[in-house]
């Protein structure tokens, strides 16, 4: 972890940077997040993902939060300090609870906390193998669709296919359809079609996901947002990729032990 912390408006040392044992982030899971990677000369989507984060915030409905401009010049200056610290690939977190209270009761205003963590081993990462896990992803929860600071289930499946011989964890939702990975979305490729799930599946529009699919526009591929089953993944009829805003776009080698095609991952241009 490079050793400043952005908490409230203010850049502090780690060990100073404090939050009361009483906040809700802690205490209920009562937070949203947004994950973002610096690539060595700036943090990609800043103001995509600030937009990801205020959705999350509707949903929550969390009130009183810092305005845009000042969370967005805190990411201006994280991206200073990472460049002068001579960082080649970092994660960026940003963190918003509700702040303090317990049960329906809120106490005091939101807290923000803005982290950077240098990547050691990143980008090209090595392709996946996934394993299908047992525990659902909720269409029915509004929670499915943002990045809410309760990432149980998440971290769950992600245990599972890493007990089970695998490195992430392919999610279906309760109708049996794909809805995506414990730590990002899918996309499917066969020839020029990229396939994806749509959102009313349980899928969270992640910054990767909309990028990749702005990409294949532009390229005047096939873009087809429809149910995928798992006997379509597990058909190896198509070239899977993983995506989330550190790994970019990263093959899948595997399903459930089932060899996929690889090619390699060019949807970005």
Request: hydrophobic letters at 45%; charged letters at 25%.
């Amino acid at each position: 972890m490079i050793d400043q912390v952005w908490l409230n408006g203010e850049w502090l040392a780690p060990e100073i940077a404090k939050i009361s044992t009483y906040d809700r982030g802690f205490l209920l899971g009562d937070s949203c997040f947004e994950t973002l990677y610096f690539n060595g000369r700036e943090i990609e989507g800043k103001a995509e993902h600030l937009q990801l984060l205020k959705k999350s915030i509707e949903v929550l409905k969390i009130e009183n939060v810092l305005a845009d401009d000042v969370v967005f010049k805190a990411l201006e200056a994280a991206e200073t300090i990472l460049k002068e610290e001579k960082i080649t690939e970092a994660s960026v977190r940003l963190t918003l609870s509700r702040g303090l209270g317990r049960g329906a009761e809120v106490l005091g205003k939101p807290n923000m906390v803005l982290q950077m963590f240098e990547i050691g081993a990143g980008r090209p990462f090595s392709a996946l193998k996934l394993i299908t896990s047992p525990i659902r992803r909720n269409e029915t929860s509004p929670l499915t669709f943002i990045k809410a600071g309760c990432y149980g289930d998440h971290l769950a499946a992600l245990r599972f296919a890493k007990d089970n011989g695998g490195d992430e964890a392919l999610m279906l939702n309760t109708k049996d359809n794909v809805a995506g990975l414990a730590m990002g979305n899918i996309v499917l490729v066969h020839q020029d079609e990229i396939i994806t799930p749509p959102i009313k599946d349980g899928v969270r529009a992640g910054y990767m996901r909309t990028r990749v699919l702005q990409q294949a526009n532009k390229q005047a591929l096939k873009v087809t947002e429809r149910s995928v089953s798992i006997d379509d993944i597990l058909s190896a009829k198509y070239h899977i990729f993983g995506l989330n805003s550190l790994w970019g776009v990263r093959p899948v080698a595997s399903v459930d032990n089932v060899r996929m095609p690889i090619m390699n991952a060019v949807l970005l241009g």
